[in-house]
């Protein structure tokens, strides 16, 4: 994501402050080729529908997205307030690319897409944090067959 | 950030040099998006891990925008300050909303609808509990069944993005970054945020502290807005963005 000499001076700053600790384990999965794989999409935009209850601001829970929702139906309650949502607005595949599956999938490039996508509000927290919520994400992933996912930060 | 990404070895990772909230490039762009999609898929078929880094080659194609636009685009918000006229915050912030509400008319024409509020609140409603916080009141009632941290948050993100909303109703259509500069920069709606979240710098509730040094307001525009915060302050806490 975006180029640290893309920002201003405090943010580049604050964001190299973090500590990014390298995993213990280096999960290096092969698997089916990607024409025959089933593909979901799990984002941390902090997206979920209208109706569900919004992120507050440090969360570790989690959204389901129906592939089948309509753009419309979808709202953003992360909690930074570095980016603008005006994008998303705009066109949902900008951050949420549901459509572009689909056509990956009538063209062939992927085998399927998934029933069920995920969303989490991926701030705020520390990357062990959160581990048991996406433990649970992957075991609901499976249920759909799905062997590959697409992480998308925001 | 690439640098996060190569310190913490992840097994497959595509680097996009996008604007934040932009990680598949830019709206309406089925094509790129679709490269940037493939790309990242494509790395699921790479046998020479442990960790497979690739930098997306592009960048996000720029909005180009007509030639009646170019020319309206010099001032693409083309509005006196309200604040610079109301010493008041509130009453500068309702008084600016009033201005571009036909430019919001226009872009929910243009769109088919608005963004749907988050907080609950309507955004005069929440332009007056931005001013009972600056003023000093430290539990304003609110008829919401969320915690003071979640409803200020949502309806600041609400009133930001409905102003938002009515800058693209206007002709031309800047970048997601003028568009940002023009909200902290030039109205007074985001005085008024910098005003209340100065308050909460010192609100008994740790809580609302954090809050208010994280995100209410972008840091670059601290010395602006909340000019007796010091962002150094919040820079070691957690890990928030």
Redesign the interface.
């Known amino acids: 994501?975006?180029?640290?000499a893309?920002m201003?001076?405090?943010?580049r700053?604050?964001?190299?402050?973090?500590a990014?600790?390298?995993?213990d384990a280096?999960?290096?999965?092969?698997?089916a080729?990607?024409s025959e794989?089933r593909?979901a999409i799990v984002t941390s935009a902090g997206l979920h529908r209208?109706a569900d209850k919004?992120f507050?601001?440090?969360d570790l829970s989690y959204r389901v997205i129906p592939g089948s929702v309509e753009a419309?139906e979808l709202?953003m309650?992360h909690?930074?307030?570095?980016?603008?949502?005006?994008?998303?607005?705009?066109?949902v595949?900008?951050?949420f690319?549901i459509?572009?599956?689909g056509?990956?999938q009538a063209e062939g490039?992927?085998g399927s897409v998934a029933d069920y996508h995920y969303s989490v509000m991926?701030?705020?927290?520390?990357?062990q944090q959160i581990e048991p919520t996406m433990r649970e994400l992957a075991r609901l992933l499976r249920e759909d067959a799905v062997d590959?996912v697409?992480l998308?930060?925001? | 950030m690439r640098e996060h990404t190569e310190q913490m070895q992840l097994p497959r990772f595509l680097w996009v040099p996008f604007e934040l909230g932009r990680p598949f490039g830019a709206p309406d762009e089925p094509e790129f998006q679709r490269r940037v999609l493939r790309s990242a898929l494509e790395l699921l078929e790479r046998k020479d891990g442990p960790v497979v880094l690739e930098d997306f080659p592009d960048d996000a194609p720029a909005y180009t925008p007509s030639e009646a636009e170019e020319a309206s685009w010099a001032c693409p918000i083309a509005f006196h300050p309200a604040a610079e006229e109301h010493p008041e915050l509130v009453t500068a912030t309702l008084e600016e909303m009033k201005r571009l509400a036909p430019w919001h008319a226009l872009y929910v024409e243009r769109r088919g609808s608005a963004a749907p509020g988050a907080s609950g609140l309507a955004r005069e409603r929440v332009a007056g509990l931005l001013g009972e916080l600056a003023n000093g009141e430290e539990a304003p009632e609110v008829e919401t069944a969320y915690a003071i941290q979640e409803w200020l948050r949502l309806g600041c993100d609400d009133l930001r993005t409905w102003y938002l909303e009515a800058a693209q109703g206007q002709p031309g259509r800047g970048s997601a970054s003028e568009l940002r500069d023009w909200f902290w920069r030039d109205t007074a709606a985001a005085r008024l945020i910098g005003s209340a979240a100065t308050a909460l710098l010192t609100h008994p509730d740790r809580i609302l502290q954090v809050l208010a040094g994280r995100a209410l307001v972008p840091r670059d525009y601290f010395p602006v807005l909340m000019p007796s915060s010091d962002p150094s302050l919040w820079e070691t806490e957690g890990a928030s963005r």
């Open positions: 994501m975006v180029r640290l893309d201003s001076e405090v943010e700053h604050h964001l190299m402050l973090k990014c600790e390298p995993f280096r999960p290096f999965a092969e698997g080729p990607l794989r593909v209208v919004a507050s601001m440090v419309d709202t309650t909690s930074s307030v570095h980016f603008d949502r005006t994008g998303f607005r705009e066109d595949n900008l951050v690319p459509d572009r599956l056509e990956l490039v992927i991926g701030a705020g927290w520390l990357p590959a697409c998308v930060p925001v």
